[in-house]
């Protein structure tokens, strides 16, 4: 398939993609709303839920009903109560109930329930649901107390006496209510505890109070006698009022709903066509970063923030976006290619002669830095140190300038070994008692704790003429490379054996490491390489196997290496020796 298919493709299915989220998110956006709207109207007043919203808030385990927190605490915060019957009249749950309250209702009762509602002291409202397809009866009730009060008003007034009087307005100052009278034609004829009280009553004020008083200020209630002709007109205060939902309408609502929806597909917009703006223009800001790269000498392609290719998986497979590029992607990776061997062939010929220079910069830096930093540090005055930290910083500046005089003694001693210009002060010793030595030297340095070093030899007593501090050396730097590069645990076995046929000794170190890689093992000799059994230590002169090579040659002897990943490394070093082998009876 060319590319101009495989374009059509992907974007056609990429469009596709982003109105199936579109839709996804509307969805979402609609049913969490719905969710915010039935959570308002039930903490604004349980009573104004639909019998749908109000099943969404049931639930059933067996025989038991439970009701949503935020339900029952809505009730208690509106000093209601709440029952819930089963279809013979049951209450099968029940909170905050009165005593007085019934648990079984007979149909008859239930009718004279709601007749007499306005006789009883609550509010009702009651719906009927289906929970777990069995039939409810939900009754919510909030306390009436305005239905007792003017049946007490209406009481006192045919006896209109002084004491009757008192006794009403200190129930109504109880509740902190207030009552006025009109006469036939609406005429104000009393009042208490209302000073605003209109003087008139008309028919829009009555028809006002007698509806849509559940998120009022005030409850009203009015009756009117037919014998007397006086109208009563009893109000107290509205516990369950909220002032932010008093405005509130069908209108308001589905306008803040339709704002809200509005803003969420904006932002849906925006995100998803942002995303997919990235998607598409990724590889093409990946081709052009590869291509502006190839043009500053670098002949690689930019990888992510984890390592991998852009365009790649763990599992190594192309991504979506990438895979139809694929074809541009290998030509570019084969101009790379192309040009980074032309350019290693170059770097190969200036090598050589930059050798040097640039393996002291490099090596020097790292301490120079320290050193400097800490020198910095020492030398500013805006902080008065202590003994301790000057201590610390002078060690760590002598360890460093200690590192770098190493450093130059390696360098000096490997360019005066390259240029046979090394002196040697050979003198016979019993090598193996010397060797045997540096091993439990080693053995005994703290670095050295977590492997497991074991010496050995065939032959008691080895004599040979060579120079004491570079043979042991040539011993310190392949068996610390050994400890160096290898885990925790390995078994280091340092081991002397009799040449027979070249009348000379062998010198064998060898482990049970991870092994080397062909391309450490080849050149594990070189200077400046840092290399060794593992990728985990890379620190050092890089000089230390390349002067122990050296220094063996210097001996009149010879080195070899032999390693194989997971089985292990071996060097072995040979040397003539100058007396023979003396042997025990």
Known sequence: MNLRKKLIIQYVRQFFGFVVVLFVCMSISLMVLGVRVTNEEIAADPSR??????????????????????????????????????????AIYTFHTPADIPTTYTPGEWIAWIQNERAAPYHFTYWIVTVAEKKMIVLYATPAPEFELMRQLLVSQPLGSKQ?????????????????????????????????????????????????????????????????????VVGLHNPGFQADAAGDSVDNV????????????????????????????????????????????????????????????????????????????????????????????????ERTREEWISGLSHDLKTPLSSIFGYAAIL?????EWAEG??????????????????????????????????????????????IRRITVDMVNDPGADEHVIEFRTSVPVVYAEVDPSYFRRIIVNILANAIKHTPAGTQVLVSVN?????????????????GMDEQTQANLFERYYRGGHTEEDVSGTGLGMAIAKQLVLAHGGEIRAWSAQGKGTTVTMTFPRVTPVIRKD
């Open 389 to 434: 930290e000057v201590g610390q910083f002078g060690r760590t500046i002598r360890e460093k300038a200690d590192y770098m005089n190493g450093l130059i003694e390696d360098l000096n001693l490997t360019y005066r070994l390259k240029n046979n210009a090394l002196p040697l002060v050979k003198e016979s010793i019993e090598v193996v008692e010397a």
């Open 49 to 90: 839920l639909s019998a749908s919203d109000l099943a969404m808030q049931l639930s059933a385990e067996g025989e038991t009903i439970r009701v949503e927190n935020k339900v029952e605490k809505s009730v208690a915060a509106h000093n209601g109560w709440m029952q819930i019957m089963d279809e013979q009249g049951k």
């Open 379 to 383: 030398e500013t005055e805006a902080y």
């Open 164 to 232: 009757a009087t008192e006794g009403l307005q200190q129930n109504f100052s109880r509740e902190n209510a207030w009552y006025v009278i009109y006469d036939r034609d609406g005429q104000l004829l009393e009042q208490w505890n209302h000073a605003n009280a209109s003087l008139r009553l008309d028919l829009t004020e009555v028809l006002q109070n007698g509806q849509g008083q559940k998120n009022t200020p005030q409850r009203i209630i009015s009756r009117y006698d037919q014998e007397s002709g006086k109208t009563y």
């Open 498 to 514: 009799a040449l027979e046929e070249h009348d000379g000794f062998a010198v064998a170190i060898s482990d049970n490491g991870p």
């Open 254 to 349: 589905l306008e803040d709903v339709l704002r809200q929806l509005l803003v969420i597909m904006i932002l849906c917009i925006v995100f998803i066509g942002s995303w997919y703006a990235l998607r598409v223009g990724k590889p093409l800001l990946h081709m052009v970063s590869w291509i502006e790269r190839l043009s500053k000498g670098q002949y690689i392609e930019p990888v992510a923030r984890n390592g991998r290719r852009a365009g790649m998986t763990r599992k190594g497979k192309w991504k979506s976006p990438f895979a139809v590029y694929k074809d541009m992607f290998d030509a570019l990776a084969h101009l790379s290619e192309t040009l980074r061997m032309n350019e290693q062939r170059q770097k190969d010929m």
